[in-house]
């Protein structure tokens, strides 16, 4: 198995995203060996005298953070940090995003401001290598003081506890890591707070969903290029000319994207049915565009945030200081997903309308898309379902990063709710394709109205291969079946 090196260098989130479409494996760079060993050094060299008390290391956490901990108690602090916040609930995170959590924080200490020592990171690349994929729960962080509860469980087969993902199944970690002769670790101080402080659940969450809104919004652009062909659009609303005055760069970039797909197509710029064209067709530029433009700044965020150090505090050997911030605030993800969510949504908000004007019976379509009406019901509850799963995007689209819960006694009064803001934006890019694929759907169905005229290439293309997958429409069936298999397509390509 291929191996990618870990290291203080910045990593772009295109070079990340290899993370997705293959295997590999993970060791530290020579950097970052020396970097993290350096600074456990000097943390070993402040605590020797005694004297000095810091954060989570001989003092106890949040509102216990003035207690002062005996030496000989200070790795059982650390134990039981990671016992004690093991607190997750609710659905399970998916297992590729499980594995990413893993990797992200890998990264996270490669930088060497924690003060852990070399082994802890060894062991977890241990872990990583050997395919041992955490279980972790959804529910249960704040976003703030770090993803506590879902790092905590991250972090238990470390020391041979909680579970692992093994063959697709759920297993008892210090079972898998006998048969496979790994020894868990024993925490030392510093190590257990290293672990859980950080924001790697909302951000594994966060690059998984800008990996595939990156996907969404060229098929929504390539679906939408299909409805403007079967609907007989004007080809005017897409003139560069049109666009270069709003001075917007995604409307600039959905409007040359939506022409180059209609190059070539019979079916625009037929006899005009209509002076103009509904929203949903004619302002497709100035919607996906500012969806576009949304991704984009969202991307920037995650990305700055896989190369931020988001541990507390941080060792700093050549400053000669160890730091108690807040780095572990998740509040620019927060922000950021709540936005996502939105452009997001509104991309499916759009592409629903075009469905509904194509079984509409309209500009020469049938009713439904089906040459029998009234034997036959068509697609006819295929929009139902896209307007069922758009209104339930609206209401995902309401923001958790205006919300705060004090917690901890006071200690952590304002918190960021990224990890719901994640799990929610994660739901939308679900459901996105759902919509997508209805409509994608729709559009090969009502493009076969049309015949002898032909499409762009390009959109010809993407139907023929379509119709590998789905048939077209020659009387009702399970069109349940056609959309999952549509989904799988949008997926696959």
């Known amino acids: 198995m291929d191996k990618i090196k870990i290291s203080p260098d910045y990593i772009s989130l295109e070079q990340l995203f290899v993370f997705f479409d293959s295997t590999f494996g993970v060791e530290l760079s020579a950097e970052s060996s020396q970097a993290i060993q350096e600074s456990r050094a000097y943390l070993e060299q402040r605590i020797s005298t005694g004297q000095e008390l810091i954060y989570g290391i001989n003092t106890g956490f949040g509102s216990l953070c003035d207690v002062e901990i005996p030496s000989e108690e200070i790795e059982d602090l650390q134990y039981n940090l990671v016992l004690s916040h093991a607190c997750g609930v609710g659905d399970l995170v998916p297992e590729e995003i499980c594995r990413l959590i893993l990797l992200l924080k890998i990264k996270n200490l490669s930088f060497g401001y924690s003060g852990v ?33 879902p790092l905590a469980h991250m972090s238990l087969p470390l020391l041979g506890m909680g579970e692992v993902w093994q063959d697709n199944k759920r297993a008892q970690a210090k079972d898998i890591l ?10 030392s101080f510093k190590e257990g707070l290293a672990l859980l402080n950080g924001t790697q659940f909302s951000l594994a969450y966060g690059i998984w969903s800008i990996y595939h809104s990156k996907k969404l919004i060229h098929w929504s652009n390539v679906i939408a290029a299909m409805s403007l062909e079967a609907y007989y659009c004007s080809t005017d609303p897409f003139s560069a000319c049109l666009h270069e005055i709003r001075n917007q760069r995604g409307q600039q970039r959905v409007a040359a994207a939506i022409s180059q797909l209609l190059e070539g197509s019979d079916m625009v710029d037929q006899d005009k049915c209509s002076v103009q064209d509904p929203y949903s067709f004619r302002c497709i ?15 920037q965020i995650v990305e700055n945030e896989l190369n931020a150090v988001t541990d507390n505090p941080n060792v700093f050997p050549q400053e000669n200081k160890i730091l108690s911030g807040g780095n572990f605030h998740a509040q620019p993800l927060a922000l950021a997903f709540d936005f996502l969510a939105m452009g997001l949504s509104e991309l499916g908000s759009i592409s629903e309308r075009r469905t509904f004007k194509l079984v509409n019976g309209d500009r020469g379509l049938p009713a439904f898309l089906t040459p029998h009406a009234g034997v036959q019901s068509g697609l006819m509850i295929a929009q139902y379902t896209a307007a069922s799963v758009v209104s339930q995007n609206k209401q995902l689209c309401t923001p958790s990063s205006v919300d705060s819960i004090t917690s901890s006694k006071g200690q952590e009064d304002h918190v960021s709710m990224a990890a719901n803001a994640a799990t929610k934006l994660y739901k939308v890019v679900e459901n996105l394709y759902k919509i997508l694929a209805i409509e994608l759907l729709t559009a090969a169905q009502a493009i076969e109205f049309r015949r002898p005229l032909k499409g762009g290439p390009r959109t010809s293309e993407v139907i023929n291969k379509y119709r590998t997958v789905v048939p077209k429409i020659e009387s009702d069936r399970v069109f349940s079946d056609d959309i999952h298999k549509t989904i799988q397509f949008l997926h696959k390509n």
Not at 118 to 136: C, F, Q
Not at 178 to 187: C, S, T, V, Y
Not at 285 to 299: K, R, T
């Open 117 to 149: 020592r070399i082994e802890l990171v060894e062991k977890m690349i241990e872990l990583y290598n050997a395919d041992l994929t955490p279980v972790i729960f959804q529910q249960g962080s704040l976003g703030a003081s770090g993803d506590l509860a």
């Open 178 to 187: 006998n048969d496979k002769n790994i020894a868990p670790i024993k925490l």
């Open 285 to 299: 530029p100035q919607v996906h565009g500012a969806s576009s433009d949304c991704i984009e700044y969202v991307y």
